[in-house]
């Protein structure tokens, strides 16, 4: 047999274009609303309840069935099993049945022949309430001790005594908004009727399995009889984890109970109501000090509004006190994350799933410690790095693969950094209305799930006799270059170009028991189960070529000019065909599980995550005191990705990440009124960052270093890491707003996102002294 070369010492590779660039560009790209809609095609639209919390007393649909082009009307009684689209608690209705958690929550569902006719019909349900008294923020949940779960408590050493005993101590408080995933490809399911009651469902969604599975159970049919596949998506960000399972479930249930197609294609509106956001923190602590700025003890409390639901918050609460230290060690630190239930939409997954909360809290508290002592804040944050005799997480695991002080060194030296701050605050002196702040801030950020058995990943390879190479996996594309980076994986297998290999949809019927692509782990687990499936294809094919010729296996070379077997060459399509004629199997599965990582909840110790990817980031900006308008002047970033499976697609994951990590910290505002509806429900209300907000100077390098861990070619993951380098520009408007009351030794009083509003507040309270 021949010698199983590993993973890590895979080539590597040059940065290729996304495998659907081309069809991006020309509009050729099948997304799941462009597949041909078969004759007699439903179309899907909720009933939505205008209450927060209430008793359903009764639903009149008479003039929701009598509208033109309805078809059908189903309630949860129609449901012929659970009506339950939940991940995890079975606490998320398909369709609410006598109660409502939430403005906008599904109550009942039209099927119509054309989507406007379903809409125009949903809005005509007559339903009478007996309204409840609504909790919609995190105060008014806390008054009325209402938790998805008991509060969460992680800890080292004696933060009590060593606040006590701290040479400088500090409290502060403030709050970070959520975020609308705002992909470009809203909700969307096709849903075919098959034989026997089976059921094939096209679906927007990072999760095939457990949209096939929830389906499963709703019309009480085996995971067998129930078909979900994915092409690609026009972006996810966390947003399609779970919250695809409602759409899909609806336009499967349409398919079963009439026996035709079925498709629910969301309304931009109804989706931002409807659909899952970030979490919204607030953040409390209590920190002491040294003169250098050395952190001796911690005491953060973190309160998050999780929503009407469970969905994932206790996962997602557990990273952002996981992302709690982010690249700093703090001997004695008590972390208490409170998980607050409410009447609003349920929070969900969002890109970074709670380590960006995590990680702004305790970059806020090292702003206020900087502040305290009039030192620059990346100095604090240089003495706090974890290093040699601290590298030890409040949890336990120690940070072994730590190159945060060399990324930090280099970034500090190529940006300029001092020589920039020195510029910005004679900037500073000199202009009485525009002020400027600059900040570097780093990242450290947990790669794995940290529910340990999502960690797996399934592959299938085939090999045709003309050479040519399919491959099927677990993963999903959502945009983020995922197939074309397994394409380049399995092709150097083989060692032929991966315009060879074609990459096909993601089908539960292919690839079975999948995890959803999220948690930055789409090219590790899936990247390592297509690599082993393809090098049992190639162990077999080196195995035949060595009987076929009598010559040893390790005298069978795979090579880009061809496959050398003793003297001789021959073409990869020359080998599939011997090897097929001689009746060697080409096809294999593959199967990867990441090794290493154990975790302990009960306990909040292990080793939760397989390594750490690390980044820093410069941004400088300049605020209007008049206004309270921001615009950021210039960015540079200096990233880990490892040895990268493919340079071009990791930059515009940076670059991309930090943007929306910009928005989320700066635009991007959710505006719930007293009765709990969103009114920041479309484009028109809800300013995402564009073209005109990137940095007209905007920098980003790989750090030349690779992964410590054997993941394939030595990668490290960029889906999410990139995306809290933008707390440098938060930290930077920080020390703007600061500049406007220069001598004040405090941080101004700024929340998240810092919008106009925010900073002229903040502004007015730093100046005043409060």
Known sequence: MAERDPAWKVLPKPSRPHDSA????????????????????????????????????????????????????FTAADIPGANDVAPVAGDDQLLADGEVACHGQALFLVAATSQRAARVAARLGRIEYERLAPAITIADARAAGSHIEPAQRMARGD?????????????????????????????????TPGEDGQVHVLSSTQHPSEVQHLIAHMLQLSSADVTVEVRRMGGAFGGKET??????????????????????????????????????FEVGYDVGFNADGRLQGLSLHLASRCGASVDLSPAINDRA????????????????SERLKTNTVSATAFRGFGGPQGMLAIERVIDHVAAHLGLDP??????NLYGPGRDTTPYGMEVADNVAPQIIARLRATSRYDERARAVAAFNVASPVLKKGIALTPVKFGISFTTTHLNQAGALVHVYADGSIQVNHGGTEMGQGLHVKIAQVVADVFSVSPDLVRITSTRTDKVPNTSATAASSGADLNGMAAYNAAMTIRERLCAFLSRAYAVGESEVHFTPGGVLVGGQTLAFGQVARKAHIGRISLSSTGYYATPGIEYDRSVFKGRPFYYFAYGAAVSEVVIDTLT??????????????????????????IEGGFIQGQGWLTSEELVYDAKGRLLTHSPATYKIPTASDRPGHFTIELWDGENVEPTIN???????????????????????????????????????PATPERVLCAIAAHGAGE
């Open 22 to 73: 081309r069809l991006h560009v020309t509009g050729e790209a099948r997304y799941a609303d462009d597949v041909h809609e078969p004759a007699g095609m439903l179309h899907l639209a909720f009933g939505q309840s205008s209450e927060a919390r209430a008793r359903i007393v009764s639903m009149d649909l008479a003039e929701v069935r009598k509208s033109p082009g309805v078809i059908a009307v």
């Open 159 to 191: 933060a009590a005594t060593a606040l006590e005993g701290a040479a400088h101590r500090l409290q502060g408080r403030f709050a970070m908004g959520g975020q609308d995933h705002f992909y470009l490809e809203g909700q969307v399911a096709v849903a």
């Open 243 to 280: 919250q695809a399972a409602l759409f899909a479930a609806a336009a499967a249930l349409a398919a079963h109970r009439t026996g035709r197609p079925a498709k629910f294609r969301c309304d931009r509106d109804d989706d931002m109501v409807m659909t899952g956001k970030r979490h919204e």
């Open 321 to 336: 006190m996981f992302h709690s230290d982010n690249c700093y060690y703090v001997p004695d630190v008590e972390v208490v």
């Open 378 to 383: 990346l100095d604090v944050r240089m003495a």
């Open 628 to 653: 309270g308008e921001h615009r950021v002047l210039a960015v540079d970033i200096l990233h880990d990705v490892g040895r990268s499976l493919n340079p071009a697609i990791d930059m515009g994951q």
């Open 714 to 752: 030595r990668s490290k993951a960029v889906g999410e890491p990139p995306f809290m380098l933008a707390i440098s520009v938060f930290s930077a408007l920080n020390r703007a707003v600061a500049a406007a009351a220069p001598g004040r030794r405090t941080i101004p009083p700024l929340d998240a």
